[in-house]
């Protein structure tokens, strides 16, 4: 039997449930890599799974390589142009750091944006009780269009007799 269990705890599946199984391959390979103990605290864990050398991703952004994951697919969104047609190779390395490390904190959060998410038509939100009442709407507004209509006609109608009369 382990010192920590056979199976993860609820802990664990919560803040790994995230991570995609690339990350989890690269927080196994660092922690053999750089001699930890194992198993690692789940906070360390978390550590080298997304602690990116950026430099990796930086050299495939300028080859024109896949991404790895969302995070880095959104540094490009966010600073790519720049890093490649803008600026010095230096100044583009420190911008694709930052934004690097903005965007992996946003991940971290779970605000990253779900990349190439579809987004739902009206057709397939709208229930019989939206259309009805949209539909009341639009019969509301014709019924008070010509409600105005025949209240500005009248309007005129007697504006127009009043100027006779004197």
Known sequence: MRERGETPSNMWITNLSPITEQHIKRGVERTVSDRLSWPPSLPEFLSLCL??????????????????????????????????????????????????????????????????????????????????????????NERSKSQLENRMNRIIKTRNKQQWKY
Request: glycine share 4%.
């Open 51 to 140: 602690d990116f050398d950026t430099t990796e991703a930086y050299n495939r952004m300028i080859n024109k390589k896949p991404v790895l994951d969302d995070v880095e697919y959104f540094t490009r969104q966010a600073c790519g142009y720049e890093c490649k047609r803008v600026l010095s190779d230096s100044k583009a390395r420190v911008l694709f750091n930052k934004t690097f490390g903005l965007k992996l904190e946003l991940k971290r959060k779970g605000k990253l944006p779900i990349r190439d998410q579809k987004l739902l038509t009206i057709e397939s939100t709208s229930t019989e009780i939206d259309k009805e009442i949209s539909e009341r709407c639009s019969n509301s």
